[in-house]
């Protein structure tokens, strides 16, 4: 085998496949035909970034968050505020609301550094509803309980203005995440990405082989951040509100779901999970708005219990021994 | 005449675990070049010596130099990146990540490229081509796609140690490079470390003592933490207090009567 | 045929408030099953979505029942925070609101398309307040719980209170998710109010009395008084002998002694043989009620802000006794009833002993 | 007299490579067996599926008369298995005396026999299993294996890691216990030369089948057999 | 202030009740169970019909519990639980979250919505005041037996993980589940065991909880957090960990609510923080192990 079969052999793995900008292309189409859909997939665009965001720290850092709602909320409530009181562009407020997330993300990248698995999930819990109690106690800058209410967007780029039928504000997430799609597809499988995923494998040896294993995971778990409060913020554009649940457990909680569904440490593995879960979701809730958490629960359990790639062929259910 | 430094230079290192003393003063010098193996009884602190020579363990005292500067509180990265490497007793890998992978990870990190978000993984050829050599050299190239996780032992083993020359290391501490190593594969990997660079420094941590007498020129014996001696092969295996605790009498079977006349 | 009158029910039917949203669409379904389903030739058409309690999620739901679904009028919105997240929704898309829960006073006030079938805060706790005033009680806690509702309670009831000279020793605001009651009622113990004035969401408010019970603040001569929610007739039976004697205001109790309120119940237990109906089950089936006259009024065509007009003014003898919508505030003017928890037969009850005539959504009588 | 191992057509392997073909062999009391073979040929397959931690697909396994086969893996430790996995797999969470307490049996070796044989293990008694050097891992599996007080102990490489006097030592052990305590002794070596000084019978392992089986003298001075399944010159 | 600290400890064993049982599947077979809170809640609802529909009186409910959601943890051990054991962590989250979704349903089904109130006897229900110069304390009959539940069973357990060899076969079993076997330790059944004495325990914890805690079908999270943070700040090696973690956080919670009712719950999730960054391996290490 020579150097140049060795070179191709890395390079293939990082390569855009051909069906990947039909993947990125495919929900514009939807919208365009299926206007009723707008608010279905301006949802799980949304949490789709927001997944993405996880994945990073979680799939390919492997530090286990179970608070990264905080980053959420922040870029919801930093696009809330700045466009209420600063100005009401969101390109400008989403770049805004990144920072904010971003800053945030690294301030609390120092309390990820040590400790077990069930520590990390604790402490990056409890940062998440330290920060719902903040804004739950500053309710003349937040709103409290009764969320921040009366954000008004001005158009898209000056160009689209926020339509009553959700139709503008899906283009919007969709394109805000496609954008972060092809630039998440280049950090993950550049050096650095890589080397999260060394520090995941064996922390012990990344270090010794010469890698700040603290500053590269401070830097993922910032970049995190940026990416968690974009999504925060294009949520609040979307629906000129923002309310304390971006906070919530239950929102860090859901989009662990939406990432272990759809596959840790893969690109499209959050925005399969946020496609499978909130989809799921509205078709359950629709048909019993009473007990569609069980029908959730079953699909959760046969899940784990058949198996993620099982469940997609169902054929090989009886084959095979427990070996298989 | 200034004198060259050592190469590696550990002075008078103490290292406690609870009330055992697992290195007791110990103090050894590394010439550029050098061949030097350190043997001693199980648990006589050969690994806690390396821990403590690469970062991984704080010593209570003493200090250590590298090129005749002070490492002694230098974090494990650091020392790694000015070239102090290490391979693990026990393999230390990055399972779900190939060989290519683990070693294209390994290059590009030396190569300063490691918080490049920008720019592919294998976008750059001399990467690729480091990469290619090393998976040749240590006979990676047919497995060089397949998790690590699924590798069979023994090229476990060969990928554990073509991670600490990915490293360029100028100062390479070998742990018992050939522990589970079948006896087959054994000269494989001899053929290797004997193939290293004359300036690289090497300390090499080895039972195995056809490995350890054809590779040193010179040796250091640790016994409950501390030094015993250090001297040339034949002192050392001539002393008897080294047959005493370690090397043993070939009291028993006269088939271990007859190897331990051939170390000597 | 003319196409169906839909009706978009937005409410919690999981999570911490699934009960409002049990209440409330039970009711609903009361409402139907007594009065039939088609009104002024069209069919009336109920679509059920859960929100779990959250406002974005009600927001989000709301929208989308008003585009794709094409409704006619959203209802129900268990909570304070929910209502408000909707009301520019509502007034954005001229879609008529007809909310069955939420008691904060400004919610109203958030859209003029929005129309209330259960109470404000204000308007209960005006009860209370003036109780306490009349029954010689001169110093009080206040325990309420943070947000929005709990502000306005705790204001409404210091507003009567104090004016006739009564003393706050202090006001105690708890968080919503609160697992234990027992430091706060310590401290109250400690401050020896003459009376602990509460108001709580349903729910929290049977294991506050028992613990209250059990703190021996009774024993200490401090009463306990407060917002008709603490003693919800859903599971007042569940708190059992720890509310006797307990005394609260509200617009409703499942107690109250009327012809329609026996039917009511009736149909309403027909339905959900497990809970008997409380304020927000009265609240869901007048809602209903609301919705049907107006279209009834408007021959079936009225829409936005004329479905809204024709709904104000409208007067009727409902299972609470006789309601007014009030045109300003688009709320009811309507009875509170002073009741005091007592064990009937089997049941516990909050027996009503007093009754304030035509009180408006500010508290005052009209 | 039944044989004290007797392994019989035996079959296994893992989920999709078949490893051991048609391995048949027996074993009496008080014997020792060299079982030799390149890297790779499954002698840990062998050793493993005796002890019942990987898959037999056919064959028959008996101890002293007693068909094996379809035992849970415990119950085959509690009729008479001592093992000493490859990887040693210390419990590592546990201390050093708990290691050897854990899976104690009645019968004459205790931990604190252990602890006289390997005097270094006494000295970390109390150390938790991960914080032992390599050789004291090798030393507790080998004196855990023994305070299950087996009838048959299964030694896979047990004197890597271990320095020279102790290899001695522990291969004057094993003499010890086969002639003085009747137990049989399988155990896999990468130094044929070691093992074949104290074993009556050996084993060669290709592929997966067996190539050789004979007495152990014999081998041990067959340079060219050993050459040739072995490839080493020793 | 003594009155305070009472109750705060009475709060923290009864939140040590409820997370022991998981600080053991957790903590000791590293298994990831966010269903525990359902376990706890079956075992305060088996309570709650027992007395309003067969008069059950409480203090015996208290051991059905304990069987019953022991005897539930068995089966449910056997039917679904054991394949999840060797799976990564997080599809034990997964699977576990989607067996807390469908207790929590079944609940709501079967029962409804409403909160369930246990009336407990009239002698749990007294109260025993103690003045010292001036401190007075008050001490609620029901929390005294928590206390004392509380107290009885952490000398139970700690006997049975300490003095007998079932602990350290436990954790041989979860360090190495294959290699336990193969030196003949019965795992499945010590893990089956297991199982079901820490569902039992939930069980145990959920009866004794639904008189200060409040049931209904939201249980099994509203708590979960809690439990939690017993279990993180606790560590794994010991009893006393979880015991010192509960106690904490019941007193920090209780004397946070009562000196600062504003804060909310601000308080208990900073001290939480704290001592993880202190010691981010709990309270309790066990010696040297990393
Ligand atoms: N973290 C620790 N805590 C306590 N004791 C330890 C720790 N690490 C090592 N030890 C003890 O220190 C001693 C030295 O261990 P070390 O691993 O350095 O030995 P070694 O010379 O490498 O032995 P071997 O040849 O068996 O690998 C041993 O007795 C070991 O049990
Ligand atoms: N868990 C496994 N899954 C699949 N194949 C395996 C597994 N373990 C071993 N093998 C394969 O089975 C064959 C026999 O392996 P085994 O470990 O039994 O060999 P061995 O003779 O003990 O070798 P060594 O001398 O290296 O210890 C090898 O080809 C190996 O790759
Ligand atoms: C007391 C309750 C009726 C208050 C109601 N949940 C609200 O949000 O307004
Ligand atoms: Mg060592
Ligand atoms: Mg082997």
Redesign the interface.
């Known amino acids: 085998m020579t150097p140049a079969a060795v070179h191709d052999a890395l390079r293939e793995k990082t390569r855009v496949k051909l069906w990947e900008p039909v993947l990125w292309l495919a929900p514009l189409a939807v919208v365009a035909l299926f206007p009723g859909s707008s608010f279905l997939v301006n949802q799980m665009a949304i949490m789709a970034l927001f997944a993405i965001s996880l994945d990073l720290v979680l799939g390919y850092a492997g530090i286990m968050s179970l608070g990264h709602a905080a980053f959420f909320g922040m870029g919801a409530f930093a696009a809330g505020l700045f466009a209420k009181f600063v100005m009401p562009e969101p390109i400008v407020g989403l770049v805004f609301a990144m920072g904010v997330g971003g800053l945030t993300a690294y301030v609390c990248s120092y309390t990820i550094l040590r400790g077990s698995a069930l520590t990390v999930v604790m402490v990056t819990l409890g940062v998440s509803l330290i920060l719902l109690e903040i804004g739950n106690y500053m309710t003349w800058l937040t709103g409290g309980a009764d969320g921040l209410q009366g954000v008004v967007m001005d158009p898209v780029l000056g160009l689209f203005p926020f339509t009553f039928d959700g139709v503008t504000a899906a283009y919007y997430s969709l394109a805000v995440l496609a954008v972060f799609l092809v630039v998440y597809r280049r950090i993950v499988n550049s050096p650095f990405g890589t080397s999260l995923r060394v520090i995941r494998d064996n922390r012990l040896r990344a270090y010794s082989i010469g890698i700040d294993t603290n500053r590269r995971i401070k830097l993922a778990y910032t970049l995190a951040g940026a990416i968690a409060a974009a999504a925060g913020a294009v949520q609040t554009h979307s629906m000129n509100f923002a309310s304390l649940d971006a906070f919530a457990f239950e929102r860090s909680a859901d989009v662990l779901l939406m990432v272990v569904i759809g596959g840790t440490a893969w690109i499209y593995g959050g925005v399969i999970g946020a496609i499978v879960f909130i989809g799921l979701h509205h078709v359950l809730s629709d048909l019993t708005p009473q007990y569609w958490t069980f029908w959730v629960g079953v699909f959760l359990v046969l899940l784990m219990r058949v198996g993620r790639d099982r469940l997609i062929r169902p054929w090989t259910w009886f084959k095979g021994g427990p070996h298989g | 005449m200034a004198e060259e430094p050592y190469a590696l230079s550990a002075s008078g290192l103490v290292m406690r675990f609870g009330g055992l003393l697992a290195t007791n003063n110990v103090s050894l010098n590394l010439k550029k070049g050098a061949r030097h193996a350190l043997i001693g009884p199980n648990g006589a602190g050969k690994t806690t010596f390396v821990n403590l020579l690469t970062g991984v363990l704080r010593p209570s005292s003493g200090t250590i130099h590298l090129d005749g500067r002070d490492i002694t509180t230098l974090p494990m990265h650091k020392r790694s990146a000015r070239g102090l490497v290490r391979t693990f007793q026990i393999n230390q890998l990055f399972e779900t990540l190939t060989p290519l992978e683990t070693l294209a990870a390994v290059v590009g990190e030396r190569s300063g490229l490691g918080s490049k978000m920008w720019r592919l993984l294998g976008a750059d050829r001399n990467i690729t081509e480091r990469c290619h050599a090393l998976l040749e050299q240590f006979r990676l190239l047919d497995v060089m796609s397949r998790p690590t996780s699924q590798l069979p032992y023994g090229k476990r083993r060969q990928l554990e140690i073509a991670i600490a020359l990915a490293c360029e290391p100028r100062v390479l501490l070998l742990d018992e490079p050939v522990a589970g190593v079948p006896a087959s594969e054994r000269s494989d990997i001899l053929a290797i470390i004997n193939a290293l660079p004359a300036d690289m420094s090497i300390l090499l941590i080895e039972h195995d003592m056809d490995l350890v007498f054809s590779f040193a020129n010179r040796m250091t014996v640790l016994v409950n933490g501390a030094l015993l001696m250090e001297a040339d092969p034949l002192t050392v295996s001539n002393d008897p207090r080294v047959k005493e605790v370690y090397l043993g009498h070939g009291a028993g079977t006269d088939e271990t009567a007859q190897s331990e006349v051939r170390y000597a | 045929a003319e196409k169906p009158f839909k009706v978009g029910l937005i409410v919690p039917?999981?999570?911490?408030f699934?009960?409002t949203g049990?209440q409330l669409h039970s009711a609903v379904q009361a409402y139907m099953k007594d009065h039939g389903d088609t009104v002024a030739g069209r069919k009336i058409q109920v679509i059920?979505?859960?929100d779990n309690g959250?406002?974005?999620n009600s927001?989000?739901l709301a929208?989308?029942l008003?585009?794709?679904d094409d409704v006619d009028v959203i209802a129900g919105f268990g909570l304070?925070?929910i209502t408000?997240?909707v009301a520019?929704i509502a007034t954005?898309?001229k879609t008529p609101m007809v909310l069955m829960a939420a008691q904060t006073q400004a919610n109203t006030e958030?859209s003029p398309y929005m129309v209330r079938s259960s109470g404000t805060i204000t308007q209960v706790t005006s009860g209370i307040a003036q109780w306490a005033v009349e029954n010689d009680i001169k110093t009080a806690v206040t325990l309420v719980p943070?947000?929005?509702p709990g502000y306005e309670s705790e204001e409404a009831f210091k507003k009567y209170f104090l004016a006739a000279g009564g003393k706050i020793l202090e006001e105690?605001?708890?968080?919503?998710?609160?697992?234990?009651f027992?430091?706060?009622l310590?401290?109250v113990r400690d401050v020896k109010p003459d009376a602990l004035f509460v108001m709580l969401p349903s729910?929290?408010g049977?294991?506050l009395l028992?613990q209250y019970?059990?703190?021996?603040l009774a024993a200490a001569g401090i009463r306990l008084i407060g917002h008709g929610a603490i003693t919800d007739d859903?599971?007042l039976n569940?708190?059992?002998?720890a509310a006797l004697g307990v005394i609260t205001s509200d617009y409703y109790a499942t107690s109250h002694d009327s012809e329609m309120n026996r039917k009511f119940i009736e149909t309403y237990k027909s339905i959900d043989g497990?809970?008997r109906p409380n304020f927000f089950g009265v609240a869901g089936y007048d809602g209903m009620h609301l919705i049907y006259e107006a279209l009834r009024k408007t021959d079936g065509k009225a829409e936005g802000m004329a479905f809204v007009d024709a709904m104000k003014n409208l007067s009727f003898e409902s299972p609470r006794g006789p309601v007014t919508l009030d045109p300003e505030s688009r709320d009811f003017i309507q009875n509170i009833y002073m009741r005091k928890v007592e064990k009937v037969g089997d049941e516990y009850q909050n027996v009503e002993f007093d009754v304030i005539e035509r009180v408006n959504a500010a508290g005052e009588t009209k | 007299m039944p044989d004290m191992l007797n392994i019989e057509g035996l079959h296994a392997g893992y989920a999709d490579s078949i490893v051991l073909n048609d391995v048949s062999l027996s074993l009496d009391q008080g014997e020792t067996l060299a079982l030799l073979g390149r890297n790779g040929t499954g002698k840990t397959t062998l050793i493993n599926t005796v002890v019942g931690v990987t898959r037999r697909h056919k064959g028959s396994i008996q101890l002293g008369g007693q068909p094996l086969e379809h035992l849970a893996p415990h119950v085959r430790a509690r009729a008479g298995i001592g093992w000493v996995p490859q990887e040693r797999n210390i419990f590592r969470s546990l201390t050093v005396h708990e290691n050897l307490t854990a899976v104690a049996r009645p019968g004459s070796w205790t931990p604190a026999k252990v602890y006289d044989t390997f005097p270094r293990l006494a000295e970390r008694k109390g150390n938790m299993g991960a914080q032992l050097s390599g050789g004291e891992q090798q030393m507790l599996a080998i004196g855990r294996a023994l305070v299950l007080n087996p009838r048959l102990l299964l030694l896979d490489e047990p004197t890597e890691g271990l320095a020279p006097i102790l290899v001695e030592e522990v291969l004057r052990g094993i003499e010890n216990v086969t002639k003085n305590e009747g137990l049989s002794v399988i155990i896999v070596e990468q130094h044929p030369q070691l093992i074949l000084a104290i074993s009556q019978r050996a084993v060669i392992l290709d592929r997966g089948t067996v190539v050789h089986q004979g007495p152990a003298h014999e081998l041990r001075h067959d340079q060219a057999l050993l050459n040739r399944w072995l490839g080493v010159s020793v | 202030m003594l009155t305070i600290l009472f109750d705060g400890v009475a709060y923290g064993m009864l939140l040590f009740i409820l997370a022991i049982g998981l600080s053991v599947t957790l903590g000791l077979m590293n298994f990831i169970n966010l269903a525990h809170g359902a376990f706890a809640m079956a075992g305060g609802y088996v309570t709650v019909l027992l007395m309003q529909h067969l008069n059950v009186p409480f203090l015996l409910c208290v051991p059905i519990a304990f069987v019953v959601t022991a005897v539930l943890g068995a089966i449910l051990e056997r039917t679904l639980y054991r394949p999840m054991y060797g799976k990564p962590p997080l599809d034990q989250v997964l699977f576990s979250i989607g067996l807390a979704f469908i207790a929590m349903t079944i609940v709501d089904y079967s029962i409804g919505s409403s909160e369930q109130i246990i009336q407990l006897p009239q002698w749990l229900r007294g109260r025993t005041e103690l003045s010292f110069g001036g401190h007075v304390l008050g001490m609620g009959h029901y929390r005294l037996l928590i206390i004392a539940v509380c107290i009885v069973l952490t000398i139970l357990l700690q006997f049975i993980l300490t003095r007998t060899r079932f602990g350290s076969r436990l954790r041989a079993a979860v360090d190495d589940q294959r290699v336990a076997d193969g030196l003949g330790i019965n795992v499945n059944v010590i893990f089956f065991s297991t199982f079901a004495v820490g569902s039992g325990l939930a069980g145990v914890g959920g009866a004794m909880g639904a008189e200060v805690l409040g049931l209904d079908p939201t249980f099994p999270f509203k708590f979960m957090i809690y439990f939690l943070i017993v279990v993180a700040l606790g560590g794994t090696s010991s009893l006393t960990g979880p015991l010192l973690a509960a106690l904490i956080l019941g007193v920090a919670d209780v004397a946070g609510k009562y000196y600062m009712p504003k804060l909310g719950s601000f308080i208990v999730y900073a001290v939480m923080i704290m001592i993880l960054l202190w010691r981010p391996d709990g309270l309790f290490v066990r010696r040297g192990a990393k």
Do not use: C, H, W
């Open positions: 039917m999981t999570g911490a699934a009960s049990r059920l979505k859960d959250v406002a974005a927001r989000k929208q989308e008003i585009v794709n304070t925070p408000l997240a520019p954005q898309s958030a943070d947000y929005a105690i605001r708890v968080p919503m998710r609160n697992p234990d027992a430091p706060f310590q401290r729910g929290p049977a294991a028992k019970g059990q703190r021996g859903d599971n569940q708190a059992g002998d497990t809970s």
